[in-house]
T-cell receptor, first 113, second 109 residues
Framework: GAVVSQHPSRVICKSGTSVKIECRSL??????MFWYRQFPKKSLMLMAT?????????EQGVEKDKFLINHASLTLSTLTVTSAHPEDSSFYIC?????????FGSGTRLTVV | DAKTTQPNSMESNEEEPVHLPCNHS???????IHWYRQLPSQGPEYVIH???SNVNNRMASLAIAEDRKSSTLILHRATLRDAAVYYCIPGGWGNKLVFGAGTILRVKS
């Protein structure tokens, strides 16, 4: 089946620095990818829809200048958390649409110290 | 986005069937009903989806009410590996998936 690879699986960064998370579709092309964040014991919250070759569409309340999304190819979308702060610590998950539905990455645990 | 109502949690014994209900009374006529599950610290995993007819696959069965305002995910023989949060998500094909709170399924050995 379709596979979505997310990297890194865990990252710790200092407050004020930026962190990039990669999401790759390994065996299919994904014109559309989705980024979610999840706090402990909470459900997934959709942050944005990433469209290949065009600007991402952000959900209400999500700061587009803080969460930069780039979908430069049909197999790669990146999420950059800029000027990270401890409140950005969360579990970030990407998803890609394939022919059979939606496949999710294994998630990235971001800890900002 | 259609709103969903699922039990906060359910418990099952190993090797027994589990019926996970979901109400989605505001579902639109073109929305599919997607079911995903999530184990701790992992991304969601596809379980099953359907539109109008009941569906079966190797993981589960999906029973959809005739008026489509509710559905039930059926795990025929629960195992410890089925313990997870189960999400019922109505949505159009190709549209974003908006997750609700889901149902925490606990399986007792």
């Amino acid at each position: 089946g379709a596979v979505v690879s997310q990297h890194p699986s865990r990252v710790i960064c200092k407050s004020g620095t930026s962190v990039k998370i990669e999401c790759r579709s390994l065996d299919f092309q994904a014109t559309t990818m989705f980024w979610y964040r999840q706090f402990p014991k909470k459900s997934l919250m959709l942050m944005a829809t990433s469209n290949e070759g065009s600007k991402a569409t952000y959900e209400q309340g999500v700061e587009k200048d803080k969460f930069l999304i780039n979908h430069a190819s049909l197999t790669l979308s990146t999420l950059t958390v800029t000027s990270a702060h401890p409140e950005d610590s969360s579990f970030y998950i990407c998803s890609a649409e394939d022919r059979a539905g939606y496949t999710f990455g294994s998630g990235t645990r971001l800890t900002v110290v | 986005d259609a709103k969903t109502t699922q039990p906060n949690s359910m418990e099952s014994n190993e090797e027994e069937p589990v019926h996970l209900p979901c109400n989605h009374s505001t579902i639109s006529g073109t929305d599919y009903i997607h079911w995903y599950r999530q184990l701790p610290s992992q991304g969601p995993e596809y379980v099953i989806h359907g539109l109008t007819s009941n569906v079966n696959n190797r993981m589960a069965s999906l029973a959809i009410a005739e008026d489509r305002k509710s559905s039930t995910l059926i795990l025929h023989r629960a195992t410890l590996r089925d313990a997870a949060v189960y999400y019922c998500i109505p949505g159009g094909w190709g549209n974003k998936l908006v997750f609700g709170a889901g149902t925490i399924l606990r399986v007792k050995s």
